[in-house]
């Protein structure tokens, strides 16, 4: 018989996380379980047990994610994982069913996560809500389309002080940008800054912009040398890099761009909609290549409609189809904004997922209906839901959890 519950102790906590664990090289030691156990609580990492054995863990971080207009509490699906001795047995399913209805209960309207394999989560009701890439830049090709008159100062800074100047930059792109979570201050120390083990010999670099009297731009980035006959073939890998302004943003790449030695620049995670593209004079040598990024599924669909932005005060309704979580099936009618039951004819007939991939407004009905995933029922019912639903900036979730 299979149990799913919350882990109640450090013991339980540790042998559900090695469900995901055991794919990533052993068990946590006793100080990596203390250090992850502060950012995700005991009762939010679901154990699945069969005959007292614990042989699967699924958690959810306690986040507060940027959706399109503010920020709603939402469920950071994470260390999913069944051990290989009970593959496809429905060990999974059941820790997906007994996390929504948790996540439900405790009033968290949307959950989001990464997906190691994209075939995986969409039948539990998520669906792909931002696109990011990667970028592999040489460095002859790091020139700017246009002059740029350089302002402000860059400096490296301890882990310590990013710590305290580093966050409000963050800030801002959350403000600014759907897809975002809001990162506590453990999150800062024990995820960002903290220096694991294996980077000792090469720590990562923090750098700050000073402008106009405050820190308006960070980076964290490392530096990885290497010679072929004498020539360097030397990787600069940036891990994040923000600015609260245009001007900012600009800046710090400008400074990451310049750096010495590196034969090419590597960074990840970015959107579609990045700056950079705009701002190099030849974005194609960034040989950008793009995925799924964020994945969003409706935990409370009418707390999740209701708590997001829009373009206008039109209406549209939707036929929900939801096997996972049945207190969303039906008619649903989004109107000035706020979303409720309704008995009114539809317009667009979809599965959760689906409207999951428009939520935060990457993906378009357009495309969902192009790509056969909804079914519009009314003519123009497409046109009128992107004109509601489209955002900019992008969203953007710049760091896997
Ligand atoms: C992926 C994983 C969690 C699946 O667990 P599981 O207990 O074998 O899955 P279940 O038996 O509950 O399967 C539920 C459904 O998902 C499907 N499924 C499971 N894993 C899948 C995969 N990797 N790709 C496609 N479909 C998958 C099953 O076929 C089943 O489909 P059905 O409902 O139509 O019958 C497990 O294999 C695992 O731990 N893999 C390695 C770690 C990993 O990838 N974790 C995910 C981190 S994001």
Excluded at 223 to 250: I, N
Excluded at 322 to 338: F, I, M, Q, S, T
Aim: proline fraction near 6%; glycine fraction near 10%.
């Amino acid at each position: 018989m299979l149990e799913v519950r919350a882990s109640s102790d450090a013991d339980e906590f540790g042998r559900a996380v090695y469900g995901i664990a055991q794919y990533f090289g052993g068990p946590l030691t006793e100080e990596q379980q203390s250090r992850f156990s502060k950012v995700l609580p005991f009762e939010r990492m679901h154990a699945a047990f069969e005959g007292g054995q614990i042989v699967g863990g699924a958690g959810a971080f306690p986040f507060e994610l940027s959706v399109p207009g503010g920020t709603l509490p939402c469920g950071g699906v994470t260390v999913v994982g069944v051990y290989p001795t009970h593959r496809r047995r429905g060990v999974l399913r059941a820790m997906m069913d007994t996390q929504l209805r948790d996540l439900h209960e405790r009033g968290e309207p949307i959950a989001a996560l990464w997906a190691s394999e994209e075939t995986i989560y969409g039948r539990f009701g998520y669906g792909i809500a931002s696109w990011t890439g990667e970028i592999k830049l040489a460095r002859v090709w790091n020139s700017f389309a246009r002059p740029f008159e350089r302002q402000g100062t860059v400096r490296l800074v301890t882990p310590e002080e990013g710590a305290t100047i580093f966050p409000p930059v963050w800030n801002t792109l959350m403000a600014e940008r759907p897809g975002v979570f809001q990162r506590t201050k453990e999150w800062w120390e024990l995820r960002r800054l903290r220096m694991p083990d294996e980077e000792k010999a090469n720590p990562r670099r923090f750098v700050a912009l000073e402008l106009d009297g405050s820190t308006q731009a960070y980076a964290i980035y490392r530096q990885f040398p290497e010679f072929d006959e004498g020539v360097s073939t030397a990787r600069l890998e940036v891990l994040e890099a923000f600015g609260a302004t245009p001007q900012a943003t600009a800046e710090i790449w400008r400074f990451l761009l310049d750096i010495d030695w590196y034969a090419t620049l590597d960074a990840s995670l970015l959107p579609i909609d990045h700056p950079l593209f705009v701002l190099l004079a030849n974005p194609r040598r960034l040989r950008f290549r793009m995925g799924d990024g964020l994945w969003v599924r409706l935990v409370d669909l009418g707390a999740a409609l209701s708590g997001r932005a829009y373009n206008g005060e039109g209406s549209i309704v939707f036929e929900v189809r939801d096997a996972v979580c049945p207190w969303n099936e039906g008619r649903w009618k989004l109107d000035g904004g706020g979303a409720s039951r309704t008995d009114a004819v539809a317009d667009i007939a979809l599965d959760v997922d689906a409207l999951g991939s428009a939520y935060l407004g990457a993906v378009s009905f357009a495309q969902l209906r192009d790509g056969r995933r909804i079914e519009e029922l009314q003519d123009g019912a497409v046109q009128q839901a992107d004109a509601l639903f489209g955002w900019r900036p992008l969203p953007w979730c710049p760091e896997i959890f």
